[in-house]
């Protein structure tokens, strides 16, 4: 589809004739005779661009630009102005043009500047298009059945408020990232985002962050900060006793009191995230069972990246066009039988290693075209799997049904193999057997 040019000028024959040639150029063109006409009709058209006269007789191209940037400020406009309106043509310039061209002017410079205006304006909107999907779903990126049902758990976490979500997985499955998600869905990018590693300090320390302190420097907690937005607590089987009946405290009464005695009511999301079976910690001792029951009350099992493998080829090119941004070099591209290797390898260290990977290829060989012979040896020494046996097929159908049920049931498996007709210590066994912690 062609682009659309409005021309706003008061000389009607150089008006009609910019018309004529940017028609032969292969543009459509549309033409108003005056300042405040041509206003209407790019508020009406919403053109590609617009060509603007600054002066015009009663309505100025100045107050049309103006005018334009408040009501569309994506819309590129050219100004075109006199010899002596060199002046006018500069303000129009601070207040958004994005060029000026003195008449009279070489028509192939017109046709030039168009074309270089119009393919920087689509680039611009692809940027933005892009970024506005990075801020919806946060690098929640894959089609596999686990990844598809995430982000469609946390969208309804969002919607509904709940108040605290459990994050389960293995070490670099992203479980920061879907905290982060779930933040900007249920709060917004302008409300806190506050995180803290449970397992970094020491529990007077962790509680005295969590809280804050007293004494001669005084400082504010982490929960007081979040207030409005999320706190995120990484790792959070790591908290002692005390840290944990006081989080409890809070769950259960909204308000959190200081050292000063004053009593704080801060709203916010909280996000916990645990490497390890949380159950099993209450079992044995270390994890208050009452705050367990609290914290899973919205469960989120993450899959490891080996149980996904689909999602390979589409991580490691949005990891590629981030990193090269971010490090100002050309994106590596992965050949097919890179992308064969990398769809086979088991990715331990799950996103984080294949990221981690992305990033090294990007610097030392940004640009290139990655081959299965360029990649780390231990990818490189895993054989390649061979073709998904119909057995492989079942066992990939029946896993993705007890998860989907597992995440209906919130976790709680008694209700989760009611779901699937069969018995709770089937269940267990269906699970051992499919290797679901």
Not at 369 to 387: F, G, N, V, W, Y
Request: charged share 25%; hydrophobic share 45%.
């Amino acid at each position: 589809m062609s682009a659309r040019i409005l021309i706003i000028d008061d000389e009607i024959k150089l008006t009609r004739s910019l018309a004529f040639a940017l028609r032969q150029a292969g543009y459509e063109c549309l033409e108003s005779h005056g300042g405040a006409v041509g206003h209407k009709l790019a508020l009406k058209e919403k053109p590609d661009l617009v060509l603007l006269d600054v002066r015009m007789p009663g309505v100025s191209g100045i107050e049309v630009l103006r005018s334009l940037k408040a009501e569309l400020p994506a819309l590129p406009v050219i100004v075109m102005s006199a010899l002596d309106a060199t002046q006018d043509a500069v303000k129009a310039v601070k207040l958004g043009a994005v060029d000026y061209l003195g008449k009279p002017f070489d028509m192939d410079d017109l046709l030039a500047l168009i074309e270089t205006t119009l393919s920087e304006t689509a680039t611009l909107h692809e940027q933005q298009f892009f970024n506005e999907r990075r801020v919806e779903d946060a690098s929640l990126l894959g089609n596999s059945p686990p990844m598809r049902q995430l982000r469609e758990q946390v969208g309804r976490a969002a919607e509904t408020g709940v108040p605290c979500i459990l994050l389960q997985g293995e070490i670099g499955v992203g479980k920061a990232v879907v905290a982060r998600d779930f933040h900007l869905r249920a709060s917004g990018a302008e409300a806190p985002f506050v995180e803290i590693n449970c397992a970094t300090q020491s529990g007077a320390q962790i509680e005295a962050a969590l809280f804050g302190e007293g004494g001669d420097l005084p400082r504010r907690g982490l929960v007081e900060a979040a207030d409005g937005g999320t706190l995120f607590l990484h790792e959070i089987e790591a908290l002692g006793p005390t840290a944990q009946a006081r989080i409890m405290a809070f769950l259960d009464s909204g308000t959190i009191r200081l050292e000063t005695g004053a009593v704080l009511a801060p709203s916010l999301s909280l996000v916990v995230a645990s490497n390890k079976d949380l159950q099993a910690c209450v079992a044995a001792g270390t994890f208050r069972s009452d705050l367990y029951l609290r914290l899973a009350m919205f469960p989120l099992l993450m899959a490891p990246l080996r149980d996904r493998l689909e999602d390979v080829e589409l991580l490691c090119q949005s990891f590629a066009r981030d990193l090269a941004r971010t490090t100002g070099q050309k994106p590596v591209r992965f050949s097919k039988s890179a992308l064969k290797r990398l769809s086979a390898y088991d990715w331990p260290g799950n996103v984080r290693e294949l990221k981690n990977m992305v990033e090294r290829l990007t610097i030392l060989r940004p640009g290139a075209l990655i081959e299965d012979t360029a990649l780390p040896d231990e990818i490189q020494r895993q054989h390649l799997r061979s073709p998904e046996t119909i057995e492989d097929k079942v066992r990939s159908i029946e896993r993705d049904l007890v998860l989907e049920a597992l995440q209906k049931a919130r976790g709680r498996k008694g209700v989760a193999a009611d779901h699937l007709g069969i018995s709770r210590h089937a269940l267990k066994r269906k699970m051992q057997r499919l290797d679901l912690s």
